[in-house]
């Protein structure tokens, strides 16, 4: 009988390979998501400045945006 406990306690344990690598796989895709947050808000704040110089600056420098 204390065979047969040992046998369903090691049947319910978690197996901790696949929570490692359940917790690996979130970390590297909150690292992607991070990243690519930050590219995204790094283009926005370039794209900002370079809306500030076309209104400060003349026609041509928005000719010169299309144009692109």
């Not at 306690?9 to 992607?32: K, M």
Request: charged letters at 30%; hydrophobic letters at 40%; proline letters at 1%.
């Amino acid at each position: 009988m204390l065979r047969w406990v040992k046998i369903v306690n090691d049947i319910n344990d978690p197996v901790w390979s696949v929570i490692i690598l359940l917790c690996c796989g979130l970390a590297f895709t909150l690292y992607c998501v991070i990243y690519i947050l930050r590219l995204s808000f790094k283009e926005l704040e370039e794209d900002g400045q370079v809306r500030e110089q076309g209104q400060e600056g003349s026609i041509e420098a928005e000719s010169r945006e299309r144009d692109c």
